[in-house]
């Protein structure tokens, strides 16, 4: 009987040593196993939803990014300059002016003029692109102007033909697109029409017209836009805007830095004359 007792203490030992092994062994894998596990597989969601978006949503079809740049800092490859949007601060000086470098700079760059280093590099380009098409050789007859020169052109325009010939043809100064060192006035060698509205009818003109957005120029003053840029037609007058944003406005056909930014159209200055 004895014995029998001690077998079975035994047996019950050890079947309580098994249990709590047992126990400590189920107790591990629930605290650092099946955690793990779920959290694995809690991971593994938001990719596979991801994949699924992924298969849903199309590929964006275009790289035009409108946050890019601002409209205001006048600076900014983007800025809008216009008779209602002065530039700011007034006095503006852009800092990167270089000489464009054309294969002939006495007759490409008969005054010595200077432009943005982006609008100076795009103007090479678009001269290369030019000579290349056989089209001719590209001039630029204004680039860069301080605030003083614009001064200056404006009042020189005021004392010979008047204030409203002046208010006309000339931006008063800080409304100019040639103080941001982005603009460019072009004509082609031999063409004639320098600064006239008959250069849109010349083959340069034409060439320009079509060709110039691939290398980041829109013809800021187009015909018939007077009542929403404030100027007559200027196809010799280009603005650079970078690539991107003028094949964006080709393809969509707008014809004015107003529209496409939705902006207040500017026929005439916020102030009088005076
Ligand atoms: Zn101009």
Redesign the pocket.
Known sequence: MARTNKKVSMRLRRLITLSVVAALLIGAVSVFGLPRMISDQVAQLPESIQNIADQVTPEPVTIFNPPQYSIDDASSLWVVVNKQRQISPLRYKPENLVFPAFPNPQVQNPFNLRLRSEAALATESLAAAMAEAGEGTLIL??GFRTYKTQKALYDRTKAARGLAVAEKLSARPGH???QLGL???FSVQGQGCV?MVCFGKTAGGKWLAENAYKHGFII?YQKGYRSITGFQY?P???RYVGIELATEMRTRGIKTLEEFWELESAPDYATPAG
């Open positions: 007859n204004s100019s697109e040639h603009a460019a006035d600064i800021r200027e010799w007058h280009f």
